[in-house]
């Protein structure tokens, strides 16, 4: 039985990710790459594009979305964080603050000269936010109460990891479950949270 990480540890990352793109609209690019769940690709683009315009987020940026199964999660869990076993969500910022490239054969040229990069016009790359279905399929019952709400906590917790909040110490944990409330509550319930949403596993002890 493989043991779970209960709510996601991120990548070390920026404490302070920049917000503001150029011009543009935020995006987020969705991939499923799993089978144990029907997963509707354009409802959890929608929550998580609410979540980054609530966070601040404005302009040209970028944050991808992955649904992938327990053996890959797995796989990532344990190159990325020392754990080999499914964890239920988790989030890669971006550590780079600025867009860099890497000139091409083509720069060393004289002529013509390369047109000079701006680097405003590119995109601000966000960072990642990888969901394991399974996994929540396993815990929703003693976690978020339902299914459906437990994708929801799931991604509105690892796109606010993206955005820089953290719950290692108790207050950031209070800071982040509290938005996390006001999220779903503006963008997923449209209402209060049900009775028997939980943000904290049985096994939490903070």
Known sequence: KSKLLTMA??????SKPRRVGGDGEPEVFMA?????LEIDLARWQNLALDVLRAEGVKG???????????????????Q???KSYATDVLSFPLDAVEATRSPGPGAMSKTPEPSPLDISELPLLLGDVIVC???AQRQF???????DDEIALLLVHGVLHVMGHDHMEQDQRETMQRREREILVASHWMGDPP?????????DTD
Do not use: C, K, W
């Open 9 to 14: 540890e991120s990548r070390p990352g920026v």
């Open 32 to 36: 499923d790459e799993q089978q144990d």
């Open 60 to 78: 040209l940026t970028e944050m991808t979305v992955m649904f992938i199964d327990a053996s890959t999660m797995t796989e990532l869990n344990s």
């Open 80 to 82: 990325y964080m020392g």
């Open 133 to 135: 279905p399974a996994v």
């Open 141 to 147: 019952s003693s976690h978020a109460g339902t299914l």
């Open 195 to 203: 009775p028997g949403f939980r943000q904290d596993h049985p096994e």
